[in-house]
């Protein structure tokens, strides 16, 4: 920037020389313009972004490219978005449980139910009770149609966890010994190495 100064003012000699007064008018405009965009450019107010330099957005051009066109999706892993946003909407009203987070566990129950203990949630709801739970049982309301009041309020956080919790202790009698070590919580034997 100083040699821009220096060459700006030499130019404003030789016009003052060879133009006289409009040589001056014109050296002293060019270097009061010179000047203001000096300190413009050094003007650094709060909200200033600091802008990417040109070959960082060459880069990723092709990928912005990709997502316009459709090939590249948002979301790597779909179902877990939609899980998520299920287990987020169900806190809200019974509706949005219903439709979303209920059809996933009653289906997730009628699997552990089948796989665990032979027991058909459709067929036998009468036996799958017992091993669900009240609160699960309630919760889940198998068989009965998915709410459409959106003024009903949804689960809780606690309501969610206790639910999952019972959908868990819905493992095979197998598994059970295998995986979960022996205590007063689990009911079973101590197991000795």
Do not use: C, K
């Not at 920037?1 to 003012?9: G, K, V």
């Not at 650094?44 to 330099?53: D, T």
């Not at 209920?102 to 665990?116: F, P």
Request: no cysteine.
């Amino acid at each position: 920037m100083s040699q821009l100064r220096l060459l700006l003012f030499i130019l404003l000699l030789i016009a003052t020389a060879t133009q006289r007064f409009a040589g001056l008018l014109l050296g002293l405009t060019v270097l009061a313009i010179n000047e203001l965009i000096h300190l413009l450019l050094q003007l650094q107010g709060p909200a200033r972004v600091r802008r990417r330099p040109l070959s960082s957005w060459l880069n990723r051009l092709p990928a912005l490219l990709r997502r316009r066109r459709g090939a590249v999706r948002d979301a790597r892993f779909p179902t877990y978005d939609r899980i998520a946003a299920d287990l987020g909407w169900a806190r809200f009203s019974r509706r949005d449980f219903d439709f979303g987070l209920r059809e996933r566990l009653l289906q997730a129950a009628t699997v552990r139910l089948v796989d665990g203990h032979g027991i058909d949630l459709t067929r036998n709801p009468e036996a799958a009770r017992p091993l669900l739970g009240e609160e699960a049982w309630r919760l889940l309301a198998p068989g009965q149609r998915p709410s459409t009041d959106r003024s009903a309020p949804g689960l809780t956080l606690s309501e969610l966890d206790r639910l999952v919790t019972s959908l868990e202790r819905l493992r095979s009698p197998a598994s059970r010994t295998d995986h979960t070590p022996a205590g007063p919580e689990s009911g079973g034997a101590e197991r000795t190495s």
